[in-house]
């Protein structure tokens, strides 16, 4: 057997594919290109899922990738068992040759075999292949094994496997068909039961599947019947990460040359050295390694840590790792300088990686010692919770936690007839939400006697984890109608011209249904042979205008926008005026001031883009735009907010370029690899790029792969005016801003401030803009000492309405209650009067209720400390929240509640003696 790299064994496949003559094809990015059905790209196919549905067609008809993949989420998630397997990870690199429509199975068949046995050179003896065993009316896979016999593989070495393991789909609906797989023997020291020698498939630890072929030969429609496809396809997948380990002799993927130099320097960053793989610490270093690839892929490919979705996924990634260093003693941060190794060992086959470094570092930093605090946080939410179920006052620690920002919703209050319990609910709270350790949750209910219920934190992870999955669950794609897969690209003219004459009406589609006519009044789409409108792409939105009868003399219909359903067909979203059919001659008419309005914007966004980086630095890549008819928007990487003197330089550095009247070239049909890495044209994130580009060119200020509308020189923009800017989510920033005559208006709207602001000049020193701040910094402090008037009054009025009623006090059994109605008081000054009234009580129970100014109500219990064992404010709390319509807890010695009837306000506080009774022996 030859023994390999992971970079040899890469480039080796890849190039023993070009000479079967298919073209290789960069991997698309982890985040999937407008496919909801996934949360990350998780196989080689998926950035070919149109081509395989006849969406999409491409100039070859052969390809070969190396695919970068996480399976970290959704449907396919491997997470919990990284580190704790051989073979599980999280970020890995699928090796695929696809046909489409070209070669199949006994081509397929050949292929693998001969890189396999004759260029990888592993031994026969040590391979098995399995087919499909046949099921649910599709036959026995014959045809395959036949094939795997003529290249030499015996008989006895082929299996029949069932529809779970040898029926492949792209999901309930779409292309799917058999396939076959290819395992390795990786010997009898890899058994589950090493002292046995278990036959194969038998031995799961032992035998590894390496390679699949997918043979996808038929199309699974919404009933579930099968139908042949007319051009059967090939999809096939070889795991790198095992292929190495296999051609290394490793029995686990984390001894391979690919894994080595990450857990090496894991071990050095946690003062930790691997071992033998038993070792109780060499599972955090491999968790250590995978999780920091991983994170670095997805966040140089624009994720980012957030509570929602990908972002979501990734900080769960992140913090199993920090958490995992922090189990090997390591407390600071450490997790950023993993980054540069997994750039070391990945920029030769991902360069990319290498300019993104940097960025990445500091995000996954951020995030470090955001976890930290989140540690902080949820050990003193802990802390709370145990406190109130200790002791006879046992309390709702709801409101603890809606202090820390946990959303409580579906979280109980506590059962006061159980011993002293942390829920299920609330473990888990603090797992998900904080990044707890199971066991440092476990140890902290030991220690304080307090029981932990397991069962119901169980409970609580498994709903989570079948929420995510449902979140995400996959399934074919769709496009608007089936009327669109059928139909020619449309031949888009509004590159060089507004108007395109003669333009044929191909289909009408309403309601998603294919029609032959369509009436006056009705809204329709409608697909022509060619155009001039550009249809919604890249962030900016589409065009408006009319469809003009052939003769140019009336007005057909007005279209409102225009979208690509099917990569290549434009459908027009039109409001028709007079009869349309199929069959029909228009003229396509665009907008020319939406037009002109819309590209002014876009081009600024590119000049935008540029002036960004020069000011903020090229770690500033592009997250998101839209470019319409009145504004741009332009999402970034970035980490702080941007101060005003930076905007203003940029604002400057661009504007400088509009003066410059500098043309804008676009150069069409180029390359990607021309258009990357020598024209070094920046690549839009979430766009996605075909073999042949069309690069955008503004001097040499701007380069960018872009297919939209521009100007054709800088000067045709105006003016450059930035609105502001603002956070998206963490380290993403926006910058919107206008041109043309939206930049006027904006100036015309200034100029209206500053005139006002002149009249409020306190001498003609003073600028409008510092006369108008000093004028609204004095306003501030004036409303602000009327504030601070206001509420002394309010505090006098009500201490010695209280104060005088304090004698009012009633006694039940034994103890005095006071139950009174004050003013419009927030809940600090109803702290205090409480405090007061205690005091002044020596013994007893204080209840104080507010009507606020927005409606809602304010409730304060308070109990002196000498009968909280007696009573506790959380008990008495809860009846009064209840008859106010919300809830409320704390601790035994003082309870707040809110609540949303201030008419029942009254009924609450005269309820208090009953409440106060019902709780005394």
């Known amino acids: 057997m030859r023994y390999m790299s992971g970079s040899e064994i890469r480039e080796t496949f890849l190039k023993f594919f070009e000479s079967k003559g298919h073209r290789r094809v960069h991997s698309s990015s982890l985040v999937p290109h407008n496919d909801p059905t996934l949360l990350f790209t998780n196989a080689g196919m998926n950035q070919f899922k149109d081509v395989f549905l006849g969406l999409e067609h491409r100039d070859y008809n052969r390809a070969t990738t190396s695919q970068k993949c996480v399976r970290a989420g959704g449907k396919h998630n491997d997470l919990e068992n990284v580190g704790f397997t051989r073979r599980h990870l999280t970020f890995f690199e699928m090796l695929g040759n696809f046909s489409f429509g070209d070669y199949f199975k006994r081509e397929a068949i050949a292929y693998a075999w001969e890189l396999v046995t004759k260029v990888f050179e592993i031994p026969e003896d040590k391979l098995y292949v399995t087919i499909f065993e046949g099921a649910e009316g599709v036959p026995r896979d014959d045809e395959a094994e036949q094939f795997w016999i003529e290249v030499g593989v015996p008989k006895e070495r082929i299996f029949a496997m069932g529809m779970k393991d040898n029926f492949w789909s792209m999901g309930d609906t779409g292309p799917c068909g058999p396939c076959s797989e290819i395992f390795y023997d990786t010997g009898q020291g890899a058994s589950e039961t090493p002292d046995k020698d278990l036959p194969f498939p038998d031995d799961e630890e032992r035998y590894v599947e390496i390679w699949n072929l997918v043979f996808m030969q038929f199309e699974r429609d919404t009933t579930g019947t099968l139908t042949l496809l007319p051009k059967p396809s090939i999809d096939t997948g070889m795991g790198l990460d095992r292929t190495a380990a296999a051609l290394q002799g490793k029995l686990s993927i984390f001894e391979s040359d690919i ?82 190794a997994v750039r070391d060992e990945m920029q030769a086959a991902y360069p990319e990686i290498a300019e993104s470094a940097p960025r990445v570092a500091k995000v996954v930093e951020a995030e470090e010692r955001q976890f930290t605090r989140a540690i902080e946080a949820g050990s003193r939410v802990l802390q709370s919770a145990i406190q109130g179920e200790i002791g006879s006052g046992r309390v709702d620690i709801r409101p603890a936690l809606q202090a820390e920002g946990v959303d409580t919703q579906g979280v109980r209050g506590f059962d006061y007839h159980h011993p002293p319990t942390i829920s299920g609910q609330v473990a888990f709270h603090l797992y998900e939400t904080y990044g707890l350790p199971f066991d440092f949750i476990q140890d902290a209910c030991h220690d304080a006697g307090v029981e932990l219920d397991i069962p119901g934190f169980e409970q609580a992870r498994a709903a989570e984890q079948a929420r995510a999955r449902a979140s995400w669950k996959g399934g074919s794609q769709k496009s608007a109608s089936p009327v669109f897969r059928e139909l020619p690209k449309t031949d888009f003219e509004g590159y060089r011209q507004l108007i395109v004459q003669g333009a044929e009406v191909l289909a009408i589609i309403k309601d998603g249904v294919g029609v032959q006519q369509a009436s006056p009044c009705e809204e329709v789409e409608v697909v022509l042979d060619q155009t001039s409108f550009y249809a919604d792409s890249g962030g900016q939105v589409g065009d408006i205008g009319w469809l003009y009868s052939d003769d140019h003399n009336s007005i057909v219909a007005e279209v409102s926008g225009a979208t690509k359903p099917v990569q290549g067909v434009f459908a027009h979203k039109i409001l028709v005026r007079q009869p349309i059919r199929i069959g029909d001659k228009v003229d396509t008419v665009v907008d020319a001031d939406y037009r002109n309005a819309t590209r002014r914007n876009h081009t600024g966004t590119h000049l935008l883009h540029a002036g960004l980086r020069e000011v903020l630095g090229n770690h500033v890549k592009q997250a998101g735009s839209l470019v319409d008819d009145h504004r741009l928007r332009f999402d970034f990487s970035h980490f702080a907010a941007i101060a005003d003197e930076e905007l203003q330089d940029i604002e400057d550095i661009i504007n ?64 450059i005016k930035l609105l502001g800017e603002g956070s998206v989510s963490s380290g993403v920033r926006r910058v919107e801003a206008v041109t043309g005559f939206g930049a006027l208006k904006e100036f015309r709207r200034d100029y209206a401030v500053a005139q006002l602001a002149n009249q409020l000049a306190p001498s003609a020193d003073s600028s409008p803009a510092e006369a108008l701040r000093a004028k609204i910094a004095t306003n501030e402090e004036e409303l602000k000492k009327l504030r601070r008037e206001l509420d002394e009054a309010r505090m006098k009025s009500a201490a010695s309405a209280v104060n005088s009623a304090a004698d009012q006090a009633v006694e039940v059994k034994g103890v005095k209650v006071l139950a009174q109605k004050v003013g419009a008081l927030d809940r600090a000054q109803l702290r205090v009067l409480v405090d007061n009234l205690r005091n002044k009580l020596g013994s007893g129970v204080v209840v104080l209720g507010s009507a606020q100014e927005d409606g809602k109500v304010a409730i304060i219990v308070g109990v002196t400390k000498d009968l909280t064992a007696r009573l506790q404010a959380g008990k008495i709390i809860g009846p009064l929240a209840k008859i106010v319509g919300g809830s409320g807890g704390g601790r035994p010695d003082m309870a707040e509640a809110g609540g949303k009837d201030a008419h029942q306000l009254d009924a609450a506080l005269a309820s208090v003696p009953e409440v106060v009774a019902s709780l005394l022996p």
């Open 656 to 719: 400088k370029q509009v003066l410059a009247n500098t043309s804008v070239v676009t150069l069409e049909d180029v390359p990607i690899d021309v258009a990357v890495n020598e024209y070094h044209a920046m690549a839009l994130f979430g766009e996605k790029y075909g073999d042949k580009v069309r690069v955008v060119k503004i001097g040499d200020f701007s380069t960018e792969l872009c297919g939209g509308t521009h100007t054709t020189a800088t000067g045709e923009i105006g003016t």
């Open 259 to 340: 894994f080595t130099p990450l857990i090496k320097r894991a071990g050095e960053l946690t003062s930790t050295t691997y071992q033998d793989g038993n070792s109780p610490t060499d599972p955090s270093l491999r968790i250590i390694a995978d999780h920091a690839r991983c994170a670095t892929f997805l966040i140089s490919d624009g994720v980012l840590p957030a509570n929602e979705g990908r972002g979501y996924v990734l900080r769960k990634i992140l913090r199993r790792g920090i958490r995992h260093g922090r189990l090997l003693g390591q407390e600071k941060p450490f997790m950023h300088e993993m980054v540069s």
